[in-house]
């Protein structure tokens, strides 16, 4: 049968999914797709995985795919982080039998991409992703999909789609942020490059941003044109929003915790996943924030969730009529909802010293710098700061390193190709060349290498045996063999 392209891909293969659970790395696993597919979602992502890792162990592709495998969660796609042709296809092949396409990251904005040179730092590299995608294209039995943030200008953005369309993308998800734009400083995702995407490429095409509801949904359906709408974060605190449902937090918290029994998963991933559908009760609940923190095991967790529904319950019986939801909430805490992740201004008053009304523990506020620009540092730099109050993050003085040739990393002041240690030890074995500024003795080992094997073929050769024999090759001296 012929792999399905384009809108057919989508039509047939992917149900016409409107619906979309976003990649989320240890957060998209089997049990919480399942929840996500008992409440709207019509097409679920795994979490990314790491091609070259997936490739090389068994353990990994058992843990993240091969051992999840269920009837229930289709249509699935598969996603990857690669910056290599054949890494990417070689891993793809291994699980093109568990999904019903494989994704391409070119999204992903986090500082371990940019050292990994993977997800949205590969953006400005055209002619690597087109050979990617050609050969996967070429030699995957399911069609390719890419997920990608969008450049500054529209313009740009549009042809980056052309690109990847014209290299062999059936399907496109287009999260309308740059990569820059991330954690405090993401701002709102423009629908305006989305839509100018959709209207540029003749493949499917899915939106991701700006969703917190059902309404926001249809909203970017209607003013984008596009197929299909993913939801990240809003999917998170509320599992029920593709239903247009803001359930009671322990609803969604008690059938996740259901399915985990059924298809276990790391406990981390449950503890993250209860502390964001708890987010705002845990604001008010400080001391289950802290066991649900510490706890160790699922009963554990489920304890502490059923500490958290009686609290809320108490809470709900001494309720006066008319009362209204409290911090600006639109609904009472124990209810899904949106949250929304506060700008750096913002964050710097919710850690301050306001943050400590209603019970919410706020954290210390930063002094101001002399140079005014405290409200910008991010969360970490922070926590940095407090630490040491005489740290600086003005670029303009921390120490200029001379870059990589190949990657971009700080290269080494004695390296002979002018590398990192990493790109250095690739070239360095490609070429069987030394690098004594890495300690790097690829060409010397090998030889010496030869040179003794040289040396054993003399030794085993019937001139070298007679030499021998005639004491010329032997270790015993000639005059001890006299007499």
């Known amino acids: 049968m012929p792999k399905l392209r384009g809108e057919a891909f989508w039509r047939e293969t992917l149900r016409s999914a409107h619906y979309v659970v976003a990649p989320m790395v240890d957060q998209s696993e089997l049990a919480w797709r399942l929840l996500s597919r008992r409440h709207g979602a019509q097409l679920c992502y795994t979490p990314m995985l790491h091609a070259q890792v997936f490739l090389r162990d068994a353990n990994y592709r058992r843990e993240n795919l091969y051992g999840e495998a269920c009837a229930e969660d289709r249509p699935l796609i598969v996603q990857f982080c690669a910056n290599d042709p054949e890494v990417f296809v070689q891993a793809a092949l291994l699980a093109q039998d568990y999904c019903d396409a494989i994704d391409l990251n070119l999204g992903c904005p986090q500082m371990i991409a940019k050292r990994g040179h993977y997800g949205a730092f590969l953006q400005e590299e055209w002619d690597l992703l087109q050979r990617m995608i050609l050969l996967a294209n070429e030699k995957l039995s399911v069609p390719i999909t890419c997920k990608i943030r969008v450049f500054p200008e529209v313009d740009k953005t549009v042809k980056y789609a052309q690109m990847l369309e014209k290299a062999g993308c059936q399907l496109l998800t287009v999260h309308g942020r740059t ?138 019986a001494k309720q006066k009529e008319g009362e209204k939801p409290g911090e600006g ?15 750096p201004k913002e964050r710097c008053k919710e850690n301050g010293a306001g943050g400590t009304e209603k019970g919410v523990r706020g954290k210390r506020a930063l002094e101001e710098e002399e140079d005014g ?58 070429e069987t060349a030394d ?18 094997q040289s040396s054993q073929r003399v030794r085993e050769s019937p001139l070298g045996r007679r030499r021998g024999a005639d004491g010329g090759g032997s270790a015993v001296p000639p005059e001890a063999g006299d007499g």
């Open 179 to 316: 990569k820059e734009q991330k954690g405090p400083l993401a701002g709102v995702a423009s629908w305006e490059h989305i839509h100018a995407v959709r209207k540029a490429v003749s493949i499917p095409v899915f939106a991701n941003g700006n969703i917190q509801c059902l309404s926001d949904v249809e909203e970017c359906i209607r003013k984008t044109g596009v197929h299909g709408v993913m939801s990240a974060e809003g999917n998170l605190h509320n599992p029920a929003l593709f239903e247009g449902r803001n359930p009671l937090v322990w609803e969604m918290a008690e059938e996740y915790l259901e399915i985990v029994q059924k298809y276990p998963c790391p406990l981390s991933y449950v503890r993250a996943h209860l502390f964001k559908l708890w987010h705002h009760t845990l604001q008010v609940y400080q001391q289950l924030r802290e066991e649900l923190a510490k706890v160790k095991t699922l009963e554990g967790i489920v304890d502490v969730n059923r500490e958290l529904k009686l609290r809320c319950q108490e809470e709900i």
């Open 329 to 343: 909430l639109p609904f009472f805490h124990w209810i899904c909802q949106p949250y929304i992740r506060p700008g």
């Open 373 to 430: 620009n405290s409200e910008l540092l991010s969360k970490n730099k922070q926590k940095k700061k407090l630490r040491n109050p005489n740290k600086s993050f003005d670029p303009s003085l921390k120490p200029k390193y001379a870059k990589c040739d190949q990657c971009g990393n700080p290269k080494g002041s004695k390296c002979v190709f002018n590398m990192c240690r990493g790109c250095c030890k690739k070239r360095a074995f490609k």
């Open 435 to 452: 690098c004594a500024g890495h300690g790097l003795l690829f060409k010397t080992k090998y030889e010496k290498s030869l040179s003794w």
